[in-house]
């Protein structure tokens, strides 16, 4: 019960920080019509703060500390900076900036894949005990 609470806390206070960050990026940008690119959507922080909350969440069920869950935030973060010092240089933020989203998908999608398989492997030991 405390897990799932502190869990909900953590999706709260990063969705609470998408609203706060996204006005003030469009508002930064407001030169820029808004667009369906690789540099808007990186730029706006959504893939990442996404990618954050399935770190958070595959976190919160691990038996223990996991330094690999570490670095997919930090190398995430670290192209998400990297996109937004280029931002009005296309071709190196679109690199960056594509890069920032592929990134957030791909381990996005494994935190989700082994969040469900270590909560299976959960589930399946409370049945036998």
Known sequence: MLAHLGLLTYVLAALAALLIWLPN???VNDHLPAEWSWRYV?????PLGLLLVT???RQSIAPT???LL???G???????LLCLKAFHYPPQANFFCSLQVGISI????LNLIGYRRELNQITRARIRN
Do not use: M, Y
């Open 25 to 27: 990026f469009v508002v």
């Open 42 to 46: 990186a730029g706006s922080g959504v």
């Open 55 to 57: 770190i958070a969440a």
């Open 65 to 67: 500390f996991r330094l």
């Open 70 to 72: 570490l670095f997919e």
């Open 74 to 80: 930090i190398a995430a973060i670290l192209v998400w």
């Open 106 to 109: 791909l381990f996005g999608l």
